[in-house]
């Protein structure tokens, strides 16, 4: 006996409409209820900024801006972003000039491989905009979220502190 109605199997799939600001444009998209926002950034809207880590949110590679709070987008449906601001890596920058915490990246070398880059990025402009990183300390436990295998830790966190509290001496 089947647990699924008979006529279940004859409805087509039904998209559903989504208003959104992305990286600064208006948007309206059709998207499957199922479909979650790193798929519909990565494999329909072509912004390839945001990675596809561990599809579990525990290693912060597919972090964007919503509302310009930090989210991870392999858990965050796309219907949910129904009416929001989104921002990803590829709207950071300014036409030619890259965000603060951008040009702090590389003025601390703060990357390796690149793979965890934009989610660290992402990240820690959403944790500027918490207001809530006083010392170092902080801004270690807030970012725990972002693991970078290559393990470039310590000069993520000084490009982090660069931004958030100022260049040391």
Wanted: proline share 5%; hydrophobic share 35%.
């Amino acid at each position: 006996m089947s647990a699924i109605p008979n006529d279940a199997a004859a409805r087509p799939f039904v998209s559903h409409p989504i208003h959104l600001t992305l990286n600064g444009q208006q948007r309206q998209l059709n998207v499957l209820p199922w479909t979650t926002l790193l798929d519909l950034l990565r494999e329909q809207l072509d912004l390839v900024g945001s990675k596809k880590g561990c599809d579990h949110g525990q290693c912060g590679a597919c972090t964007v801006l919503r509302d310009g709070k930090r989210v991870n987008a392999c858990l965050t449906l796309a219907v949910m972003c129904d009416g929001a601001e989104l921002t990803t890596i590829e709207g950071l920058a300014d036409g030619d000039e890259l965000h603060p915490m951008q040009q702090a990246f590389i003025k601390h070398d703060a990357f390796q491989c690149g793979y965890c880059t934009p989610g660290q990025i992402c990240s820690a402009v959403g944790l500027a905009n918490e207001g809530r990183a006083q010392d170092p300390a902080q801004i270690q436990e807030l970012m725990s979220g972002n693991l970078c295998r290559c393990g470039a830790y310590s000069n993520i966190r000084d490009a982090i502190e660069a931004v958030v509290l100022g260049d040391k001496p």
